[in-house]
């Protein structure tokens, strides 16, 4: 009380940085001091960007800071200052445009946001203010109200539950929209609150808003009248957060702690950094290639017109005299601008569209994998999920695949298998099962003697039945006799237990956290120990002779991840205090009396050799003594405001020492369908996979043999705690001496290849499998010595490289971050990709370039942090060697062409200046200009884009290898670049020297007139757009109606426009240069003859290179999406 | 992102109910569609080129281009052209004392008479060019020079022409009419040509000045203010452009329909040329009704009436006779690409060919072990 009175006066500063206090209802916490209310935000919850008025600035300005839109924003203002040969209609529509359809798609999405904010804000919540109900809009809310939330509404902000109408003062919630768990989760009322809220004077000290769901720290302070304040502890089990639903319960009060923003439904969408993909990083550098090539055209045009102009007689002719502001012009500020009008002329050749298009066919795209109805899982009954467009083509260039193994390559569908009581081994078997739940022994030989004593075995499976925080599910019916306030849910259950048999298996739904435990609770009710739910705070479980027997549950010492192990800590009917604790042996066995331990150790090493999950179960008696001082301490610990997880784990620790084994489970957690068949597909492909989990060796090693990971010849490498030890000597330099001799073994010594990937892997003669754990990890990583650690992790990842496969076990979700970001960053930077479904795998699937998320069980936060998220790790295979190969190809293509077709649209206008006195004198009409880009040829491309499949994608799943062909970036190097712009270098010559010398003679016509310069530009334009077109014909693999509707529509679509663009006197132009010139261009033999041979000429070098590559295998195809011979020989086949 | 996921919430947190009883819906909704679209199965035709789909069009390409290019190349050469420079460049040019003693401001005209002999006579129409070289007629600030709305008759442009005539926008204060730079340097040399028969009599050859402008330019581009007729009315109050002798409604005073800015000579210089080297038709010679040519062989008298100076920026000036094929007037270069392309592809086709059957060859014999 003092120091918080303290803490008050010495600042509101410190107090922001702690904590805060929230007086409950607003009622000052006591009457004489002085209250100054705290600020808080409000309720509102502003996810959109814009409001009406800053929309147009904000939006433009963001729209603006892109470079290339920056870029187009500088040329357009450069034609409207300057005197250029285009007006600034050219640049400037296509740019609007852009700007336009960027800005309504970015102001709907924020309306979307405005009316799921209002939505939000203006949904009406139950007040309590000096005891009248009173209805306000959620936005109204402010920290401290005490509101009431009935069944089935979700809760408007963070609460701290106060009052429950379940008379056990819990209530049930679902976080499905939070983390994705739909299991009903039970939250507790703040103990020994009063009934009355109104006369309830208290405040709540808690620690700032923080996004971490799971975790909350707070106290309450009560005050009485007449007595000393009472301080209660908060947790997360008192926390109700905005966005869950309550279920199952009829009304619950509870005071707003964290309104709006600060909720931790708010603080947790914010921020998730944008992954960009390396064919965006391929375009930038091209782009700057075609920003050269337009500067030093520029400069070469500019620099010959001064020089030409030098000439007496051509700067200015009797017939075409300069104005005066030209006369009067400084020379050095006209020869700047007319380098200036250059670029403006020359712009074209970066294109606007591409962005757009670009843009369109990754977000049009992505819908080809939510709509891949292989990705639908009839189980879950969804689909895939695409959480980021950005990364498609990112899928066809995966290098390293970083894979969980629970969950992800396993099923996470617990299975008990057997268990072994003191040192026996019992099998459960389906068939032949004793029905009457007895217990059945499977040894190999003599039943009896192979059995433990029957106290024992009612022992364990007591543990089993009581260890646990699993919840019996309620059904619907029950639920509603509950709801209707006719019996307690759980007494009806019990009442059905105790007077009939135990309800059939089937019938009874378990919800649990973990998989295991489902497993675990499931095991013991087939060996006749039937869990039947909590009664307030009491355990009841019906044992093999259909007595019900109630445990008073004490003390749950919750699992998590560092411990390996929980406990329950429980007092039966007779009085007797039992600890109960279950967890991996390596966590268990130094907490038990060594004598045990021999004895199940090596039931549990064979069962972890054999891919099963083993959990050691122990137990201890707590005399009162022990009990009251464990009591004591955790009651302290739970109360602690800093440093509480500390202070609980030393009491945990404490508490749970000198027990005794009973004995041990093994669940099977089975593979997950087709995960082999997967795994061999991506190692097929060229990918390195690495297992990363927090399994221990043996099990993790068991599931890579069983995916085939490693394989029967696979050498392994192993780099444990094991073999660290083995030597005897100190682990640092056994490390280094292990480190040194695998890189010998596996790089040195290893045949020369040339890249991993063009390797093929099936005749490899050697293949190494390395494993190392989290411990040794660490000691590479963070070696003791700078120098050492570097060269340690080159060393490792050397042998990474130069391995099959590589087994991490024992990670730490951070580890398995760190692990991704060294390779990712290790030389080459290869593409990774992290798969995962569990909220431990956020970390790696955040690092990785591509992060995926399986629909799992365990809960949606992958999931919500992936980029792709799909049912099933098989999915991965067509995720990657289909869709992502396609979309690889597809993008690839699509970038590489558009610089291709700009390059040669502009490259005429470019030699057409050494022809008319440098004057900047456009070839092209400007609604040529301008429609170039936008009609004439965007949407063959985009459609191709779209649907292209140069390889069907049954062949491309068949034959993993394919993928390696556009492996590294293949077709966006260097190489195809440099053939792509020869080949419009060459297009662009050709159109326009082919049509130079058609014009020695201009007299074209059959009535003996002759053509203008307009019809010069008319002709080339029309051999452009059809060789542009019929060379993406040529490179369509996949026609679809929809190709051949665009590619020829956006032919017809030219002509279309050509005639009708000249067709008519527009008033609104200021000249009408191409007043039937198109139609006059038909009507000369010359001008289609010239047209023809111009097209065919342009396209047989294409046509050609088809034909010649096609002899020399698939590798050869890496330029040009050309099938590979292999594909040719399986349609053959087929 | 965060409304999207709200969107999703509310929904499942405001009809809890709904999910059971709409399960089947909901679940049908999920499921991707099965249409060929959206599991990118669409029927589609793949073609695959090999040597084999190839080869055939090799040489169809090449069976058909040959002929094509041996028929223009032959057209080409059957065509009759000649063509003859009267810029007065050298001394021995009859031009040279014209060309040499050119000022805008004489008033005399200076007229020079270059005698020529066509060796083979030019059967049925021949056109009459004049060209000119290194005149860049596509310079920028040239080809902009004009206003379209003036030369189509509009009268707000005909008093205000547009921006762009600039330096030959107005002229003494009123506005030139027609504007601009193209206009202003309208080519008005005047030819003429005579056959010297056989007696030495010169007679002249008549020559048409109509039908040498685009049909589209004549009746529809290019209008008169007002009409056609009293275009002395309609041009009040502009000037011609300083460099013409005469004012546009003077252009050819004999003829209504050619006169003003629908005058054809002033139509032809419109269209602005593509390269600095450029021809423009200037009349036609109509052929005879009977079978004697057009123009026989023999000598010929051209009288230039020389006013448009090209000396002073290195320029020259040619008078063209030619006659005209259905691909236009004599230009051996389309001929030639399409027997060169034609021969390529046949080439090819032979090559591909020999490596088809090779490659096929081996190809089986690889397969077989298979």
Sequence with gaps: MLRRTLNRWLGRDERRVDSRSICVGHRSSSNNEAFIPPKFCDNRIVSSKYTVWNFLPKNLFEQFRRIANFYFLIIFLVQVIVDTPTSPVTSGLPLFFVITVTAIKQGYEDWLRHKADNEVNKYPVTVLEQGRRVRKESEK??????????????????????????????????????????????????????????????????????????????RMHIYKADQEPAVRSLGPENLLLKGSTLKNTQTICGVAIYTGMETKMALNYQGKSQKRSA??????????????????????????????????????????????REKDTNLYLKMFTDFLSFMVLFNFIIPVSMYVTVEMQKFLGSFFITWDKDFFDPEIKEGALVNTSDLNEELGQVEYVFTDKTGTLTQNNMEFIECCIDGFQYKYQDAGTDLDGFCVTDGPANKVQHKAGREKEELFLRALCLCHTVQVKESPEQGQGQRDGLMDQVDGLGVDGEGLHPPPQEQRGFIASSPDEVALVKGAMRYGFTFLGFESKTMKILTRDNDVERYELLHVLNFDPVRRRMSVIVRSKSGDTLLFCKGADSSIFPRVRQEEVERIRMNVERNATEGYRTLCVAYKYLNAEEYAQADAGLREARLALQDREEKLMAVYNQVETGMSLIGATAVEDRLQEEAAETME????????????????????????????????????????????????????????????????????????????????????????????????????????????????????????????????????????????????????????????????????????????????????????????????????????????????????????????????????????????????????????????????????????????????????????????????????????????????????????????????????????????????????????VFTVTLKLALDTRHWTWINHFVIWGSLAFYVFFSFFWGGIIWPFLKQQRLYFVFANMLSSVSAWLVIILLILLSLLPEILLVVFRKPRGPHAGQITPVTPLTYKHLKDRQ | MMASSYNAKEEDANHPGAANHAGVGV?????????????????????????????????????????????????????????????????????????????????????????????????????????????????????????????????????????????????????????????????????????????????????????IAWWTDKHVKFRNPGGNNNLTVAFQGTSKPVNWKKPVFELDPEDPENNGFINEDFIVWMRTAALPTFRKLYRIIQKKPSTTPTLPSGKYVLNVTYNYPVLSFDGRKRMILSTISWMGGKNPFLGIAYITVGSICFFLGVVLLIIHHKYDNRNNSADIPN
């Design chain 1, 141 to 218: 809310i402010k920290v401290g109200d005490v509101l009431e939330v009935d069944e089935d509404e979700t809760f408007p902000c963070d609460l701290i539950l106060l009052q429950s109408s379940r008379d056990d003062d819990t209530c049930f919630v679902t976080t499905a929209s939070l983390d994705g768990e739909s299991n009903h989760k039970t939250h507790y009322t703040v103990p020994d609150t009063e009934k009355d809220l109104e006369s309830l004077n208290a405040t709540i000290e808690c620690e700032q808003p923080q996004p971490d769901l799971y975790k909350f720290v707070g």
């Design chain 1, 279 to 324: 064919v965006e990083k391929s375009i930038n550098a091209f782009l700057l290639v075609y920003l050269c090539i337009l500067v030093s055209k520029a400069l070469v045009c500019t620099t010959l017109k001064y020089v030409w102009q030098n000439k007496p007689g051509q700067d200015e002719p009797w017939y075409n005299e300069k104005t005066q």
């Design chain 2, 27 to 211: 679940v049908k909704s999920k499921k991707p569609d099965n249409t060929a679209f959206k599991q990118q199965r669409l029927p589609a035709w793949q073609p695959i080129l090999t040597a084999g789909t190839v080869l055939p069009a090799f040489f169809v390409i090449g069976l058909i281009f040959i002929p094509i290019g041996i028929g223009l190349y032959v057209t080409s050469n059957n065509i009759k052209e000649f063509e003859i420079d009267y810029t007065g460049a050298n001394i021995d040019n009859p031009c040279y004392n014209c060309a040499k003693n050119f000022s805008w401001n004489s008033t005399a005209q200076c007229v020079c008479a270059v005698t020529f002999t066509l060796e083979q006579p030019f059967e049925s129409n021949v056109f009459m060019y004049y060209g000119l070289s290194n005149f860049y007629q596509n310079h920028r600030r040239y080809v902009k020079s004009r206003d379209d709305s003036q030369l189509n008759g509009d009268r707000s442009a005909l008093t205000n022409p547009s921006k762009e005539c600039e330096p030959y926008r107005r002229s003494e204060g009123s506005p030139i009419a027609p504007c601009g730079a193209i206009a202003n340097s309208l080519f008005n040399d005047t030819l003429q040509l005579y056959h010297i028969d056989s007696n030495g009599t010169l007679n002249e050859i008549p020559l048409v000045k109509k039908g």
């Design chain 1, 681 to 1024: 597909a991506l190692q097929g492909a060229g990918m390195k996979v690495w297992v990363l989990t927090g399994d221990k060796m043996e099990t993790a090693k068991s599931t890579c043999y069983a995916c085939r990971l490693f394989q029967r010849n696979t050498e392994l490498l192993e780099l444990t705690v094991r073999t660290l030890e083995d030597g005897g000597r100190r682990r640092e330099e056994r490390l280094h001496e292990l480190l040194v001799e695998y890189h010998k073994k596996a790089v040195q010594d290893a045949p020369p290849v040339k890249a991993g990937v063009t390797r093929a892997w099936s005749s490899a003669n050697h293949d190494y499998g390395f494993i190392i754990d989290g411990a040794t990890l660490s000691m590479v990583l963070n070696s003791s010595s700078e120098s050492n650690s570097s060269r340690y992790k080159n060393l490792f990842l050397q042998i990474c490289q130069n391995c099959t496969s590589v087994l991490c076990c024992r990670m730490a979700p951070l580890q398995k971050a760190q692990i991704v970001k060294m390779v990712k960053n290790s030389k080459g930077s290869p593409i990774t990709l992290s798969i995962g479904d569990g909220a431990n795998d956020v970390s790696m699937i955040l690092e990785a370039h591509v992060g995926i998320g399986i629909k799992g069980k365990e809960g949606r936060q992958a999931v919500r942090n992936s980029d792709y998220a799909i049912p099933k790790l098989k999915h991965l295979k067509k995720l990657l060697l289909a869709h992502g190969h396609l979309y690889y190809v597809r993008i690839a293509h699509l970038v590489q062409y558009f610089f291709y077709k700009n390059l040669c649209f502009i490259l005429p206008q470019f030699l057409y200046q050494f022809f008319c006195g440098y004057s900047q004198q456009p070839l092209y009409d400007a609604a040529y200009l301008t429609m170039y880009n936008i009609c004439f040829t965007s949407m063959p491309i985009l459609a191709y884009s779209l649907l292209e499949q140069h390889i069907c994608m049954e062949v491309l799943l068949d034959n993993a290898t394919l993928y390696r062909g556009i492996a590294k970036n293949g077709m966006l190097r260097w190489g195809p670049f440099f053939y792509w712009t020869l080949l419009g270098v060459f297009h662009g010559l050709l159109f326009f020297f082919g049509v130079r010398y058609l014009f020695g003679n201009p007299a074209l016509q059959d009535n003996g007139q002759v053509f203008g310069n307009w019809s010069y530009g008319t002709i080339v334009f029309t051999v452009l």
